[in-house]
């Protein structure tokens, strides 16, 4: 299958058809997830490098379970454990890699930007597992499987991302990937966790009131109040950005009927969910994203890898 794409890096580089692609392979990856043998031979031979220096759950270790069922060899690095710590630049740490003929690199970084250094000085290619407050183009990607998987089509679908807006490497992805398939997007939460532009992200609607906004939503999307990035006092206490912005069971008499709840993890309860909102059967289909994280970054891999054969072979 030919993809003219070598990183992935910023989302807003790709097309719909680009995305569409992406999503249906990813689709076709699930049959490979649900085998009792879950594992192909389609990157036999390729070297994946997962450069990590940051904390990780989800992301990191869906990378690596992608990596293994694609049948890749893999390296996985980051943090203390490098020459970083003793005085050694991003980039010579790349040319390290490189020295070992590998074939893509996974980075990780809590600077933005970083992914698009190491893609400068490596021949690899680079997929971009978060970079600071920037982006994080395979966790939107994972959110459009999940939602369409439910909602069938983006056209006209109405989407609010809910919380802290200014901190969120999600959004930068997240917002340019909805309007590119077509979907409408709002942003929502207290006005000391927006973005000093919030209108720059493109968005449709910027709203402060999750009451008067929740009647019009198909997916409502909560994000973690990142409170490991935040500066100051934006809300006066937990407890009050949860009674202004958390999604609870009295709120759910707001939403559509068929109205679904997504979170990039990890989440908080009691801050932007209850435990029933978390867990609603028919709503939430946070476990079902990180699940479609699996589809999505075997998806990515081997379109940008140019895998062999149609990638589903045992």
Do not use: W
């Amino acid at each position: 299958m030919a993809f003219h794409h070598k990183h992935l890096i910023d989302i807003t580089e790709y097309s719909d058809t680009d995305l569409m692609t992406i999503l249906d392979t990813a689709r076709a990856f699930s049959q490979v997830n649900e085998r009792a043998i879950k594992k192909v031979p389609t990157l036999r031979g390729k070297t994946i490098v997962n450069m990590f220096n940051e904390p990780s759950t989800r992301t990191r270790s869906s990378f690596e379970l992608a990596e293994k069922r694609l049948s890749a060899d893999t390296m996985n690095f980051g943090g203390s454990s490098t020459s970083t710590v003793k005085g050694e630049s991003l980039i010579d740490t790349v040319k390290t890699l490189d020295a070992y003929k590998i074939d893509c690199i996974v980075v990780r970084d809590k600077h933005a930007g970083a992914p698009h250094i190491v893609s400068q000085a490596s021949p690899a290619s680079v997929i971009d597992a978060g970079d600071g407050k920037h982006q994080h183009p395979t966790q939107a990607l994972l959110d459009l499987y999940s939602i369409r998987e439910h909602k069938k089509s983006f056209e006209g679908l109405r989407v609010g991302i809910v919380g802290d807006i200014g901190h969120s490497r999600v959004c930068g992805s997240l917002v340019p990937a909805l309007k590119i398939m077509g979907a409408e997007v709002v942003l929502v939460g207290p006005g000391t966790l927006m973005p000093a532009c919030p209108e720059a992200l493109g968005a449709d609607q910027i709203a402060y009131d999750l009451d008067a906004i929740l009647p019009d939503l198909d997916v409502v999307y909560m994000l973690r109040v990142q409170l490991e990035r935040i500066e100051g006092a934006p809300f006066p206490s937990v407890r009050e950005y949860h009674r202004l912005f958390g999604l609870t069971k009295n709120r759910e008499r707001l939403m559509r009927p068929d109205a679904i709840i997504c979170h990039p993890g990890p989440i908080n309860r009691g801050v932007e969910f209850d435990s029933y909102m978390a867990d609603h059967p028919d709503r939430s289909v946070i476990l079902e994203q990180v699940y479609a994280g699996i589809c999505v970054r075997m998806a990515a891999l081997y379109l940008l890898l140019g895998g062999a054969d149609n990638g589903l072979s045992a």
